[in-house]
């Protein structure tokens, strides 16, 4: 979270603006607040891609697909305004720590916090299907970690599965070394792209390191498609039952997200954890959630149309951690699994 700059807007519609938290392809995010208090996540399109007409037509998509999918697990769409000048995308504002962040910062995640973690995401991936949706860009900076466990975020590139294809001939849209060899070589793309993506994600956490290699895009691509995944740092049983299967090169090869779930629990769903559920992740990562959660809070005075609703005396505000990091519409349990029989 960084201070607003001189050229940054200090409201977006109804909403004020009080903080930066991020930037993407699209654009900026920020950290804003609505009239009644809520605290939001406001995306806004950069001023040159607001001019493509092209452009302003995905991001209508990506909000009707994000309204589309929803559910227990949403992180929901709050407001939007696809055609406004600048368009943008309010979302509800979710605490957490992005997966690759996490594993970067310490390491290879043991066995059993892996498989929590995959029951989390698969959970989500079955309820967005359920909508209907394809995401096509699950990757470990698409997974929030919060005390609530874990959330999938980001449906910018997402594919409504009764709607014509999204991109045109030879434009491949995703992420280097998460797409699944349909992807790369343009055919037809289904849930079964989520399942491949999933395995990549776990063989990452569990080893450290990404499956397909590193180096440029087309390298990383060829290796997709055409050559096996190094899996030596996956650990047994969770390679041969889940990261394997789901690494197939044919999509009809890869096991549905329900019987991912089946192989991750055995013969019973694990119990769940309470509200700090956090219990199930290496405990650096849990640490560093915590101290996020608990850090020293933002305040801000409202704006002027803010004060004029609000009763005389000092504002007061609810508490804001700075190490809040803003979530595209997306799922995830809202109390996950806190341990995991053996696989099957």
Known sequence: MRELGPRDPREVARYRVVA?????????????????GRWVAVKVVRPELAEDPGFRRRFAREVTTARRVGGTFTAAVVDADPDGDPPWLATAYVPGVALDEAVTAHGPWPQHAARVLGLGVTEALE?????????????????????DGPRVIDFGISVVTDSSRLTGTGVIVGTAGFMAPEQLTGREVGPACDVFSLGVLLAFVASGSPPFGEGGPQAVNFRTVYEEPDLAGVPEPLRSAIVEPCLAKEPRERPSTAEILRRLTGDGLPPTAGPDATGWLPAPVA??????????LLAAPPSAHVSRMLPPGPPTFDPVPPGYRPAAPGYGPAQPPHAAPPLT
């Open 287 to 296: 640490a560093t959630i915590r101290e996020r959660v608990t850090a020293p």
């Open 127 to 147: 309820a967005i299907h359920g909508s209907g949706v394809v995401h096509r860009d699950l990757k470990p900076s698409n997974v929030l970690l919060g005390a």
């Open 20 to 36: 930066r938290l991020g930037a993407g392809g699209m654009g900026q995010v920020y950290l804003a607040r609505s009239v009644g």
